[in-house]
Nanobody, 120 residues
Framework: QVQLVESGGGLVQAGGSLRLSCAASGSIFSIAAMGWYRQAPGKQRELVAGITAGGVTNYADSVKGRFTISGINAKNTVYLQMNSLQPEDTAVYYC??????????????WGQGAQVTVSS
C-alpha cells in the first residue's frame, strides 16, 4: 500500500503564510505526479497545484502568484508554500499522488487532509 501523510495546516491571519508538506511512503516503485487539492464546506474538491516527477507544475488561476508547489524529491515529499493567504483559501487541503507499485499500474492515492483556516 501507499500512504500519504500531510502536515503544516493551521490557522493564520489574512496576508499570512503557511507551508504544507506531504510525504508518501509504502511499497512505492515510482511516483508520476503529486498535487494538492482543497475542499471548502459546501463546495466540490478542486485542484490547487500539481507537479510531475519531471518538475512540470500547474496551478489553479486563483492561487497563481501566491502558492508554489515543489518536490518531488528523493524522499517522495511534496510541499505547498502558500503566501498572501485570503479567507477564501480556507479549506481542507488534500495531498494526492499518482504512484506505481512494482508490477502494478499507477493508481491515485489520497492523504487524510489538512485544515487551513484563514481569518479576516
Amino acid at each position: 500500500q501507499v500512504q500519504l501523510v500531510e502536515s503544516g495546516g493551521g490557522l493564520v491571519q489574512a496576508g499570512g503564510s503557511l507551508r504544507l508538506s506531504c510525504a508518501a511512503s509504502g511499497s512505492i516503485f515510482s511516483i508520476a505526479a503529486m498535487g494538492w487539492y482543497r475542499q471548502a464546506p459546501g463546495k466540490q474538491r478542486e485542484l490547487v497545484a500539481g507537479i510531475t516527477a519531471g518538475g512540470v507544475t500547474n496551478y489553479a488561476d486563483s492561487v497563481k502568484g501566491r502558492f508554489t508547489i515543489s518536490g518531488i524529491n528523493a524522499k517522495n515529499t511534496v510541499y505547498l508554500q502558500m503566501n498572501s493567504l485570503q479567507p477564501e483559501d480556507t479549506a481542507v487541503y488534500y495531498c494526492n499522488a499518482i504512484a506505481k507499485r512494482l508490477g502494478l499500474p499507477g493508481e491515485g492515492y489520497w492523504g487524510q487532509g489538512a485544515q487551513v483556516t484563514v481569518s479576516s
